[in-house]
């Protein structure tokens, strides 16, 4: 797992897997004539907020390494070098920023890289981003990954399989590239771009749908311009909304499309909330859809975003880096597991009604509560003084 020096011994096989660079989401063109990529998916609000929902609550949920005890149970490793790892990867980054920006590279991209740094008795001390668009994997002889990226300086550094980091979405059979979502729901995207795109230049001339000046007249080529131009300069544009127009030489107006309400452009733009919710599979109410949501199924659809939304990237975590980052002598005694019960945080009375249930039955203590809690273990008085004071 040594890093430096880099390792030149294997070479790219020249046949084999393809250029996996160019699968990753570039963007092109979709059904509607929108160009969709990664940067203009994530102008749709709903996209952005689904992508932010998942990346900022796994990032936050509180990450621990644990030993395993010959008699079963498990204590914190804090000291242990993976520890320290997950709470500062790298110099610039804390450990929150880190998961937040690989799980959002994720589900944006469907792959997300980081370098990874040992010192010079194999324990890792580091973990360092690299954006996907910048690595190129291919398979070489030996049927191992070599992973490809392009640094700063433009110069083209090569990493063997065990040197890198890799999280993924749900790849092909045979394939060590996760499939992007926004790739794959393309057209669907770039409708939402284009319904959007719709409304903006509508807005844009004049909150008015268009039409047509007629005249009984014959205009030569400057007139028709002459005329088109300025009623442009007078009436297009929100400012000149309501504004009164009035038409010389014969000319009338007539209005051709159906307003906006007609052509239910903002059901429209519901649909692309609740496809984008669907595609990346968070309940609606999360994007800020409150349009079927009531007092008792938001808990609910609170409840499910746990269980089926965050359960997907919460195992990634903690089997790749069971898997990539800890050796296999290592994984026998360590492992990563994150504290769910942080999502609890921002609800006092669940999170008092679980503690409670806890203590009575048995599976908790008062000390273990309070130190989730951040408080002091209890005193030996506390401990002792009676139920009823």
Known sequence: MNIWPFKRAEKRAVSGDPSWNALINGGSVSASGAFVDVKSAESITAVYAAVQTLAESTACLPLHVYQRQENGERVRADDYPLARVLRQPNPNQSGLTFREEMTAAVLLHGNAYARMETNGAGELTGLHPIHPRNMTISRLSSGRYAYDYTDDDGKVVRLLQGEVFHLRDRAEPGSVLGRSRIAIARDTLGLGLSLREHGASTFRNGARLSGVL????????????????????????????????????????????????????????????????????????????????????????????????????????????????????????????????????????????????????????????????????????????????
Do not use: C
Not at 289 to 307: I, K, M, P
Not at 327 to 346: D, F
């Open 214 to 389: 007629q005249t009984p007249n014959v205009l030569d080529d400057a007139s028709a311009k002459r005329i088109g131009d300025s009623w442009r300069e007078q009436f297009a544009g929100a400012g000149n909304a309501a504004k009164t127009a009035v038409l010389e030489n014969g000319l009338t107006y007539q209005q051709l499309a159906m307003s906006l309400e007609d052509a239910q452009w903002i059901s429209a733009q519901q649909f692309t909330v609740v496809e984008v919710a669907r595609l990346f599979r968070v309940p609606p109410t999360m994007l800020q859809d409150l349009s079927h949501a009531s007092y008792s199924n938001t808990a609910e659809l609170g409840s499910q975003f746990v269980r089926y939304s965050l359960a997907r990237w919460i195992g990634m975590w903690e089997t790749e880096i069971a898997r990539q980052l800890l050796g296999p002598m290592a994984r026998r005694r360590y492992l990563a597991e994150h504290s769910v019960e942080g999502l609890l945080r921002g609800n006092p009375e669940a999170r008092a009604d679980f503690y409670g249930k806890a203590i009575k039955d048995g599976w908790m203590t008062a000390d273990e509560v309070r130190r989730l809690e951040n408080l002091p273990a209890l005193t030996k008085a506390q401990q002792e003084r009676p139920d009823d004071e």
